[in-house]
């Protein structure tokens, strides 16, 4: 596949660079390894407004017929993005490649999905929040946020966690990789994944027992899954929806 026509696939969401399969997320490395390389042999040119990038990677533009609605003031969405049907995207923000954002997902201001991130339907993705992006290593998986999730204000997603359906993240929450996840419903430890239908919110841990820790009162931060959700947790996100229409 040349560098134009695999743009417009991964734009078109005919293939994306990871997607569900019968045992978790599938990470397609030949895709990574083709964005990769339009980075390693492209030219970098003079864009509009006084901007250079490689050749490619012209910011995309949308219209009325799109589907899709983008607020002005400021945001970028690089090609090789998947936008779906009525996705609002508030400014300013920043779509990096290879990004798969699904229908009627709410983008608000100041985020940052980054290159190869995966984000399901009727996503919520509250105001300043960092979504990660991986293209290298290029076996690693993206940060994968499934359907009707909410992700509050400030939080940071990194290192190819998986936010599962229904669950709701708690302003400021830090998640990745080697952030614990301490489970106090079902009484366990967990880690790069949130599991369905959980509320996920902040919290911190004792870092060890070391008299000179205990003297300084030293902690590391954890996420704690307090409760799954509930009628109440349901009612609590219903406004969200008005800004969908």
């Known amino acids: 596949m040349n560098n134009k026509n695999l743009l417009v696939a991964l734009e078109a969401g005919t293939i994306r660079v990871a997607k569900p399969g019968l045992k978790g997320w599938d990470v397609d490395i030949k895709i990574k390894q083709g964005i990769l390389d339009l980075f390693k042999n492209s030219k970098v040119v003079d864009m509009p407004g006084g901007f250079c ?7 995309r533009s949308f219209n009325g017929n799109s589907g899709v609605r983008i607020v002005p003031g400021g945001t970028a969405v690089r090609p090789g993005s998947f936008i779906g049907k009525n996705v609002v995207i508030m400014p300013p923000s920043y779509i990096n490649i290879g990004a798969y954002i699904d229908d009627n997902t709410m983008i608000d201001s100041h985020v940052l999905v980054g290159s190869c991130a995966q984000i399901g339907k009727t996503v919520h993705i509250s105001a300043g929040v960092q979504i990660g992006g991986v293209l290298e290593p290029i076996g690693n998986r993206p940060v994968i946020i499934e359907d009707n999730a909410f992700v509050g204000a400030g939080a ?43 509320v996920v919110v902040q919290g911190s841990r004792k870092l060890n ?34 800004l969908r229409s």
């Open 156 to 198: 940071i997603l990194v290192e190819g966690i998986v936010v599962g359906k229904n669950s709701v993240i708690a302003p400021g929450v830090v998640l990745s990789a080697s952030i614990p996840i301490y489970d106090t419903v079902n009484k366990k430890i967990i880690k790069g994944i949130i599991p369905e239908n959980a």
């Open 53 to 59: 990038d490689k050749e490619p990677f012209i910011p």
């Open 209 to 242: 027992k070391s008299s000179w820790v205990l003297e300084q009162e030293l902690s590391l931060c954890c996420a704690i899954i307090i409760k799954y959700r509930d009628e109440k947790t349901d009612a609590s996100l219903e406004l969200e929806n008005l």
